[in-house]
């Protein structure tokens, strides 16, 4: 099955900072990697995606870098807030639409 | 528009006891999921549904069977709970072959 690795588990950076939050996966037929962020006792809200078509998707701060030939794709924030503070967790969804996600990053955007 | 609705929110059972968790969505989607959510380890699936009638097992799913109600509803039974059971359980739907999974509000199950 997929395996999907995040790193790092914990990042913190000062306010204004830019962030990068990477993941690999293992299979290649997956096709569709969304960016979810939750806050403490919320549920996962997705911030951004991109299809494999696709090797870059931007919108306003956030972007989304793909790299099939290496399976890995990242997400980068730019000059972050302390709203930005949050656990993001990266997906892949395989063939068969069934997803596995990474085990999450604790960003910490001091002010 | 709800979206993706779970009940209950909170929940504390006794180990060898049973329940359900039970999960709605109005957005007449085909696929759903359960998760369970644990620190440090992300979002694991339990079980999905691609399509009404159709059920198939996650990366855990011991310990938990699911029905597939009707195209709204998929339901999560704890048989018979286990401390290691403890944890955040989120429903989610999604269009087949589509794109953004919604996710539902969780519940957040103690097992003693």
């Known amino acids: 099955g997929e395996n999907v690795e995040q790193h790092p588990s914990t990042l913190s950076v000062q306010e204004g900072d830019s962030a990068v939050i990477k993941c690999t996966y293992s299979?290649?037929?997956?096709?569709?990697f969304p960016w979810y962020k939750q806050e403490l006792g919320k549920r996962p809200q997705l911030i951004i995606d991109?299809?494999?078509?696709?090797g870059e998707k931007k919108d306003q701060r956030i972007a989304v870098t793909l790299n099939k030939t290496a399976k890995h794709f990242s997400l980068h924030i730019t000059e972050t807030q302390p709203e930005d503070s949050a656990v993001y967790f990266c997906?892949?969804?395989?063939?068969?639409?069934?997803?596995?996600f990474g085990r999450g990053t604790s960003l910490i955007v001091h002010p | 528009n709800a979206g993706v609705t779970q009940t209950p929110k909170f929940q504390v059972l006794k180990t060898g006891q049973s329940m359900t968790l039970q999960c709605a969505q109005d957005?007449?989607?085909?696929?759903m999921y359960w998760y369970r959510q644990d620190p440090g380890m992300g979002l694991r699936l339990i079980y999905y549904?691609?399509?009404?009638?159709?059920?198939d097992k996650g990366e855990v799913p011991n310990g938990y069977n699911v029905s597939r109600l009707n195209k709204r509803e998929f339901s999560l039974r704890l048989e018979s709970a286990a401390p290691s059971q403890t944890s955040v359980y989120f429903c989610?739907?999604?269009?087949?072959?589509?794109?953004?999974?919604?996710f539902g509000p969780g519940t957040r199950l103690t097992v003693l």
């Open positions: 997906a892949a969804f395989g063939g068969s639409y069934i997803p596995t």
């Open positions: 989610a739907s999604r269009t087949s072959g589509g794109d953004e999974q919604f």
């Open positions: 991109i299809r494999s078509n696709v």
């Open positions: 957005m007449n989607h085909n696929s």
């Open positions: 549904s691609a399509s009404e009638g159709t059920t």
């Open positions: 299979d290649s037929a997956s096709n569709y």
